[in-house]
């Protein structure tokens, strides 16, 4: 609405993207059967940053497609992330340590994100600032993923060697 779109199209394509968000989060996770999961989480995350991109240099050209595209890498990462640290460590006890990090601060994030928005948005007047503050935050992500190879870790975290009798 605030470029001049309808109330009924700004609705249809928050529609639509929750219908991505459905799609990716149903077709991303079936190809997700590798051990290392971090590039087809880089994939939902590229497809998000194209989104969010998209929003902030082209808003009124194929906004639509924006939408679509990023609602399905939003609904695609979602269960990729929840899933992901059971691949970083093959003992459960540091395995759950660090899903239970992960969903903390990532629900602590999810929490603040509409108050950030809202607060971004009175701030600046338009969506802007809060579509450049999602995409910052999604090559954040990117960074971590990327930042994060389990074959990189200590001896610590390995699987414990079976003991011989």
Known sequence: ???GSSAQFSGSLLALMTVGQAAGALILPMFARRQDRRVLL???L?????????FIWMPLQMSVL???VCGFGLGGAFP???VLALDHSPQPAIAGRLVAFMQGIGFIVAGLSPYLSG???SLSGNFLMDWI?????VVGLMLLTLRFVPSRYPQ???APAAEHR
Do not use: K, N, T
Request: with cysteine; glycine share 6%; aromatic share 12%.
């Open 42 to 44: 880089l994939a939902a």
């Open 46 to 54: 590229m497809l998000q940053l194209i989104g969010f991109c998209g």
């Open 80 to 82: 990729l992330c929840l």
């Open 119 to 121: 607060l971004l948005r």
């Open 133 to 137: 503050f999602h995409a910052l935050l």
């Open 66 to 68: 924006w939408a679509v």
């Open 1 to 3: 609405m605030q470029l």
């Open 156 to 158: 610590e975290w390995a």
